[in-house]
């Protein structure tokens, strides 16, 4: 079964940082698109930043981009968000995902692609 378990929210002030964590396991990590949604409270679910394994190409929500970096363990099977300079409309449950082909990083966020979601983990940002 694929699995996705996300880990790593808190509590924190703003201007914090924070490293957001999913463990992937149920598929062989090399040709795959992984990422990251978020939820804020009361709001539409979006997303947040995706890579492609395949060659590495990274992208990053507007509202994200110059604050936040995906990255990922191939070895461990995990994909991180490191998320710095954090502000309190960051505050929002962070949802990891995947889905099984890479060629589709370019419009994962926009929901492309995505064939399998994990548990939120939950991050608030206070001011």
């Known amino acids: 079964e694929v699995q996705l378990q996300a880990s790593g929210g808190g509590l924190l002030q703003a201007g914090g940082s924070l490293r957001l964590s999913c463990a992937a396991s149920g598929f062989t990590f090399d040709d795959y698109t992984i990422g990251w949604f978020r939820q804020a409270p009361g709001k539409e679910r979006e997303g947040v930043s995706c890579?492609?394994?395949?060659?590495?190409?990274?992208y990053y929500a507007d509202s994200v981009k110059n604050r936040f970096t995906i990255s990922s363990d191939n070895a461990k099977n995990t994909v991180y968000l490191r998320m710095n300079s954090l502000k309190p409309e960051d505050t929002a449950v962070y949802y990891c995902?995947?889905?099984?082909?890479?060629?589709?990083?370019?419009?994962?966020?926009?929901?492309?692609?995505?064939?399998?979601w994990g548990k939120g983990t939950l991050v608030t940002v206070s001011s």
């Open positions: 995902a995947v889905g099984m082909r890479s060629d589709t990083a370019p419009v994962f966020l926009d929901y492309y692609g995505v064939d399998y």
């Open positions: 890579m492609s394994v395949s060659d590495g190409s990274t």
